[in-house]
């Protein structure tokens, strides 16, 4: 995994990412703060993100006072990074699982009369959030991969829909 810096502060840093996995090369932007760290793909599928928030009341920030990545920071970024792996598996090998997952949550939103369209719920709306802890729960159950953020695999979610629908079967 290389890091690549374009900018960085004391507050923020930002730039990009290039790994290899499974012989496909990734290639991603990240934002990092000393309280969050978002990791946003651009290719092999645009737009799958993956994000962590600093807990509340840790002590140890995601950025040292130079801008640099602490260890924690680090840490973090390996883990949103298996977040995308285990994403892209999925939307390669079981987009159907993903489509039938979202449909599905859309499905107990609309018997409880919320007005829901397909692929544009805001993550940040009370009815995003609710449905992105959903989601979130499900996945884990299903595929056993707790990601960082629940918002960031709504996001994710909505963004290969409607990115990539050729490889759903609507």
Not at 34 to 45: H, V
């Amino acid at each position: 995994m290389q890091l690549f810096i374009d900018s960085i502060t004391p507050l923020k840093t930002k730039g990009k990412l290039q790994l290899t996995y499974l012989n496909e090369q990734f290639e991603g932007s990240f934002i990092a703060t000393p309280n969050l760290i978002k990791l946003k793909t651009i290719q092999p599928f645009k737009g799958m993100v993956a994000a962590v928030v600093l807990e509340t009341g840790s002590l140890s920030p995601f950025l040292q006072n130079n801008g640099g990545l602490s260890k924690v920071g680090q840490q973090q970024m390996y883990f949103l990074v298996f977040d995308i792996f285990h994403l892209y598996n999925l939307f390669r090998l079981k987009p159907q699982a993903l489509l039938a997952l979202y449909q599905e949550a859309l499905g107990i939103l609309n018997t409880k009369d919320q007005a829901v369209e397909f692929g544009k719920i805001d993550p940040n709306s009370d009815l995003g959030n609710t449905l992105a802890t959903w989601l979130h729960t499900q996945v884990k159950q299903k595929f056993k991969h707790s990601y960082c953020s629940p918002k960031g695999l709504l996001y994710s979610f909505q963004n290969l829909l409607s990115l990539f629908p050729e490889d759903f079967i609507l």
